[in-house]
């Protein structure tokens, strides 16, 4: 049973930098995309960043491009979200996910539907 644990999550004001982690058992994620997703109040998932390790290829949207970098520590089976810069706008609740089988393309298209495997997410907020 594949089981992921999300952490890190907390208040900070704009500005500041939080570092999401996201614990991954039962399936090993060192050569299948993974990924970290959002979702603020009253609007739907959206895919910020995603690592396609066997290609050392990561993926972001444009809203975090610049100053989020998602990564991945294979011995600890365990991927991060460095986020910097962070506004208002990032409060929201903050999921990752994993799929077995994507290409490098799929993985780069963000899509919450490609993804089976998910975290019970963290929530970030930030104040201005």
């Known amino acids: 049973q594949v089981q992921l644990v999300e952490s890190g999550g907390g208040s900070v004001q704009a500005g500041g930098s939080l570092r999401l982690s996201c614990a991954v058992s039962?399936?090993?994620?060192?050569?299948?995309?993974s990924g970290w997703f959002r979702q603020a109040p009253g609007k739907e998932r959206e895919g910020i960043a995603t690592i396609y390790p066997s290609y050392g290829s990561t993926f972001y949207a444009d809203s975090v491009k610049g100053r989020f970098t998602i990564s991945q520590d294979n011995a600890k089976n365990t991927m991060h979200l460095q986020m910097n810069s962070l506004t208002p706008e990032d409060t929201a609740m903050y999921y990752c996910?994993?799929?077995?089988?994507?290409?490098?393309?799929?993985?780069?298209?963000?899509?919450?539907?490609?993804?089976?495997?998910w975290g019970q997410g963290t929530q970030v907020t930030v104040s201005s």
């Open positions: 996910a994993t799929r077995s089988g994507l290409s490098p393309s799929q993985c780069r298209q963000l899509r919450e539907d490609q993804f089976d495997s």
């Open positions: 039962g399936y090993t994620i060192s050569r299948k995309c």
